[in-house]
């Protein structure tokens, strides 16, 4: 199994900066694809940017230009600089990590809180 911990969220004014760490354990060998997920109240849960084992990213269309994602394999960590936030990027932002064993399973990480102040 993938074990998945986040840090880096709290409560930032609009126009300010945040980046969020993920920290990866266990099957971290086998890890296709990882990225950054977020949940505002009321909503369904989005994809804000994923970055593939080779380095390939993608995001979300409300995010591209400001969020950069970014993996540092040695330290089995994946981070999310978001800078330009604006309210509207308020939720609980997860980390998520599809490894394969036996078939492509997906884990999530407990979330962290991003709260964006107009």
């Known amino acids: 199994q993938v074990q998945l911990v986040e840090s880096g969220g709290r409560l930032v004014q609009a126009g300010g900066s945040l980046r969020l760490s993920c920290v990866a354990s266990?099957?971290?060998?086998?890890?296709?694809?990882m990225g950054w997920y977020r949940q505002a109240p009321g909503k369904q849960r989005e994809l804000v940017a994923g970055?593939?084992?080779?380095?390939?990213?993608n995001y979300g269309d409300s995010v591209k230009g400001r969020f950069t994602i970014s993996r540092d394999n040695a330290k089995n960590t994946v981070y999310m600089q978001m800078n330009s936030l604006k309210p509207g990027d308020t939720g609980v932002y997860y980390c998520?990590?599809?490894?394969?064993?036996?078939?492509?399973?997906?884990?999530w990480g407990q979330g962290t809180q991003v709260t964006v102040s107009s």
């Open positions: 998520s990590a599809k490894y394969w064993a036996g078939s492509m399973i997906r884990s």
């Open positions: 266990g099957r971290i060998f086998s890890i296709n694809v």
């Open positions: 970055i593939t084992s080779g380095g390939t990213t």
